[in-house]
């Protein structure tokens, strides 16, 4: 069994890593894409109702899906690995998206702190109208893919009843909502 020093030790060699591949560099909204700040990671250290908490050595901010994809192969690369978690807008339960001495990637579009609201260089709901469909990041909130669909005269056959989670959180949890009995999850 390591101990918590030996565990700190290989997060920090793993969170070298990282910043050596990916690198802390800095976003279009001015952001760190790789945070160590008590403030991020006091953020993602909680969940939905406060009742679990688990702290992440750093939080990821991907511009990209690329980025993600990147984090996952320094994650299990030939190092010691670490951890990676996602994140939306924090409204999962029972420390689901917690990861202790890992990343937890920060799914969401918007990052909100300290009164101000910037956008992390991740673009919105790409409609396309011809296919009927539309393509969406993980962190993406139902109510931003239901007005970016009106704009067309579409919206999506099902949803959930609260239209302020994250479409990733949704499918993490199995899809289902008041309308998946008619149109599936």
Same mark, same amino acid.
């Given at each position: 069994m390591a101990t918590t020093? %030996?565990?700190l030790i290989l997060a920090a060699i793993s969170i070298y890593h990282l910043v050596q591949t990916v690198g802390p560099t800095v976003g279009p909204a001015g952001l760190f894409r790789l945070s160590t700040d008590p403030v991020d990671v006091? #953020? #993602?250290s909680v969940d939905f109702g406060r009742m679990a908490r688990v702290e992440p050595v750093a939080v990821f901010r991907p511009r990209s899906a690329e980025d993600v994809a990147e984090l996952v192969r320094v994650a299990v690369g030939d190092g010691p690995g670490f951890a990676v978690s996602a994140r939306g807008h924090g409204h999962? $339960?029972?420390g689901q998206a917690h990861t202790a001495e890992g990343v937890v990637v920060e799914m969401s579009r918007h990052r909100r702190s300290e009164g101000e609201e910037r956008e992390?260089? $991740?673009g919105g709901p790409r409609v396309n109208v011809e296919r009927e469909y539309v393509d969406v990041w993980g962190g993406e909130l139902w109510a931003d893919v239901l007005r970016s669909t009106l704009e067309y005269g579409l #919206?999506?056959?099902s949803? %959930?009843?609260y239209l302020y989670l994250t479409v990733g959180g949704t499918l993490s949890n #199995?899809? $289902?909502s008041g309308q998946a009995f008619n149109h599936g999850p």
């Open positions: 020093k %030996t565990l006091e #953020a #993602a999962s $339960i029972n992390n260089g $991740i #919206a999506p056959r949803w %959930t009843d #199995a899809g $289902i």
